[in-house]
């Protein structure tokens, strides 16, 4: 395979979160820009979102920093969204942030309208699939489109070499794949009357399904794959850790990692480890061909399904699909993250899930390093001791052997 010619660039990093504690771990661990749903026309309606009061702190937080903050607005709209999207529009403009994510032609004309000077960047739900798509965007003022998932690198490339230098290419390089095309899916509408498009897809895609005959009212047929059912629309999760340097070459702007609803422990694995990958490769490939093994390995301590290179590398075929299960891959479960330390040196954190005294705890450094200490007390924060975390968002005082640990340090375990 030929890759562009183009001059090798440092991709951005671009990482998904789902509140303000997320957003804060997203830039410690690694991001170059984050992206977040606001409490209106993004499509994660389910999710706990962002209040103004929160995305402004966040984006002063990441601008502190030297970070960037995108915000989704990619809701397919109807006549009466619009009004409401442009007194949105208005009142974002005066938090700053550095991007609009838009599907919607509507919305984008009236985002144009409201804040002349932000960028806007184009959706994968508009389904950006050609060159000639690319420089319909960039012609009405986008700054950069966000690439099909149904896109191979070679059509990246073409694309590539086929639109302004100046214009930006995303591509989602990690995280759940959709079954429908970039997103169109009528499922959720269906089955429950919620609709993905705008922002309230209940994943039927994650279902178990038989086939029902007709003239056998009530009797199931089910599709087997085994003994279980199948899962016939279950997608694998995209996974591309071995193929950092293909994707540099192909001229790809911004890596974009999926998962606004997942844990602060998924967005610090995948963030920090594509961090490295990416660092390493633009310092020498061989050292990131050495240390290959160790993000695969990273990369497994966070939930997921089994992994797939998607369309990457060509047309998906059945091995893309998982038939027999809809569960995850769980092999480290989160802890907590680090609030304050005091000057005993004990840790006060809200615990995520239950660990016992003499646990041996994993705490992620941003830096890429992991220590591991054993738990040698837990205490509630009215001093009473106590052999184990049972109770979720318990707020907790925990000492642990002597490690090098700071605020804002992500915890993990090893699930038993």
């Known amino acids: 395979m030929e890759f562009s010619n183009r001059k090798k660039r440092a991709p951005e990093l671009l990482v998904p979160a789902g509140s303000l504690d997320v957003l804060k771990t997203a830039v410690n661990y690694g991001a170059d820009a984050v992206y977040i749903g606001g409490e209106a026309f993004g499509l994660r309606a389910k999710a706990k979102n962002f209040s103004f009061e929160d995305m402004a702190e ?29 007194r949105y529009f208005r009142r974002l403009g005066q938090i700053s942030p550095d991007a609009l994510i838009i599907s919607d032609p509507g919305m984008f004309m009236t985002a144009r309208k409201e804040l002349k000077d932000i960028e806007i960047h184009v959706s994968t739900q508009a389904n950006n699939t050609n060159y000639a798509t690319y420089n319909f965007w960039w012609q ?36 759940a794949m959709c079954m429908a095309y970039s997103g169109r899916c009528l ?12 922002g309230e897809c209940t994943h039927p895609c994650r279902w178990k399904y038989s086939v029902v005959e007709e003239t056998r009212p009530g009797e199931v047929l089910p599709v087997y794959e085994n003994e279980r059912g199948t899962y016939i ?19 790809i702007d911004s890596f974009k990692i999926e998962g606004r609803m997942k844990t602060a422990l998924y967005v610090a694995t995948v963030a920090r480890t594509y961090r490295n990958a990416i660092d390493d490769c633009l310092k020498d490939e061989k050292i990131y061909k050495k240390n290959l093994e160790h993000y695969k390995s990273e990369i497994g301590k966070c939930t997921y399904r089994e992994f797939t290179t998607g369309f990457f590398f060509g047309k998906s075929d059945k091995d893309t699909q998982i038939y027999d299960s809809n569960t995850y891959v769980q092999n480290y479960i989160y802890i907590g993250t680090v609030d304050n330390i005091d000057k005993d ?14 646990d041996i705890l994993e705490i992620m450094k941003t830096d890429g390093r992991n220590e591991s200490a054993a738990v040698i007390s837990i205490s509630d924060t009215e001093g009473n001791f106590q052999e184990s975390a049972p109770h979720p968002k318990q707020r907790l005082i925990v000492e642990l052997e002597s490690c090098d640990i700071s605020p804002g340090d992500v915890i993990r375990m090893k699930a038993k």
């Open 233 to 251: 629309f279950n997608s694998k999760d995209l996974c591309m850790i071995e193929h950092i340097p293909q994707l540099i070459a192909a001229g």
């Open 140 to 175: 009405l003022g986008a700054k950069r489109v966000v690439c099909a998932r149904e896109l191979s690198l070679d059509e990246i490339m073409y694309i590539r070499n086929n639109i302004p230098q100046e214009m930006e290419i995303e591509a989602f390089i990690h995280g």
């Open 187 to 198: 499922l959720s509408n269906y089955f429950t009357g919620r609709d993905a498009n705008r």
């Open 58 to 86: 966040g984006i002063s937080y990441a601008h502190e920093r030297g970070k960037r903050v995108f915000v989704t607005a990619n809701i397919l709209a109807h006549n009466d969204d619009l009004e409401e999207a442009g």
């Open 345 to 358: 040196g004990k840790l006060y954190f809200e615990q995520k899930n239950r660990f016992f005294r003499g």
